[in-house]
């Protein structure tokens, strides 16, 4: 069963879709942040690395303790997702929600992906997906919570291949489907604020991004061919 969930959060240049985000979070105003699940608490942390963005870092800083931020740090050059999340991804000691900064949490979508880990995968060897209400596709590992136990599987805990720059989460649903230990839950709901649904959403980190698809697509073509998915022993 899950203790503490690690809220792991990349950010660049969002200060405000960031915030929404936080805002989203079932973290209360006072006191320990904790979510009931079954009668039992479970810690919530929340770790945050701008990505050359010393903007937000300052502006975040300011109010550390109001949003509720554990762990908030800044790199010097611009690394990418994969590679923010993967050194964040260290400081996790339990279970952990990687997530984006232009997305919302729906009422008791935390919740229910933890109770859904609780019981489809006990021992902490799964994956439950969020279910993104808003879009006609998306990858079931888009946003998703992650057990301790499947977490082990990858070296060093780096849950992202380091080969990729933003688009990694494929590899994570191959692994699952591979090992029979994913599951997207529909009640654990997000908002996707993303131009491919609402096109007045581009802004100038997604411009950056895109400029990587495809040579990040062009990896997983080839690992496909190749019969390899990270984390697979």
């Known amino acids: 069963m899950i203790n503490k969930v690690s809220i792991v959060v990349p950010t660049r240049n969002r200060y405000v879709k960031l915030v929404r985000m936080i805002n989203s979070l079932p973290f209360p105003s006072r006191g320990e942040r904790s979510i009931e699940i079954n009668g039992r608490h479970v810690l919530l942390e929340l770790f945050i690395m701008c990505d050359k963005d010393a903007g ?80 006609s596709s998306y990858c079931p590992s888009g946003v998703a919570l992650v057990g301790k136990k499947f977490l082990a599987r990858y070296p060093d805990k780096k849950l992202f291949n380091p080969q ?4 990694a989460c494929q590899e994570i649903n191959r692994l699952g489907i ?46 496909k061919k190749m019969n390899l998915t990270w984390g697979e022993k």
Not at 79 to 93: A, K, P, T
């Open 56 to 135: 937000s870092y300052k502006r975040l800083s300011k109010h550390h303790d109001l949003f509720g931020i554990n762990f908030l740090a800044v790199t010097e050059t611009h690394e990418g997702s994969v590679s923010c999340r993967n050194v964040l991804i260290q400081y996790v000691e339990d279970a952990l929600i990687y997530a984006t900064d232009d997305i919302v949490f729906q009422k008791n979508a935390i919740e229910s992906a933890v109770a859904s880990m609780d019981k489809s995968f006990p021992d902490g060897d799964g994956i439950i997906g969020f279910h993104q209400e808003n879009a």
């Open 164 to 167: 990729y720059k933003h688009f």
């Open 178 to 223: 591979l090992t029979d230990r994913i599951k997207v839950d529909l009640n654990a709901k997000i908002f996707h604020d993303h131009p491919a649904f609402y096109r007045k959403s581009i802004d100038r980190t997604h411009i950056e991004a895109r400029k990587w698809r495809k040579h990040d697509l062009d990896i997983s073509t080839a690992r």
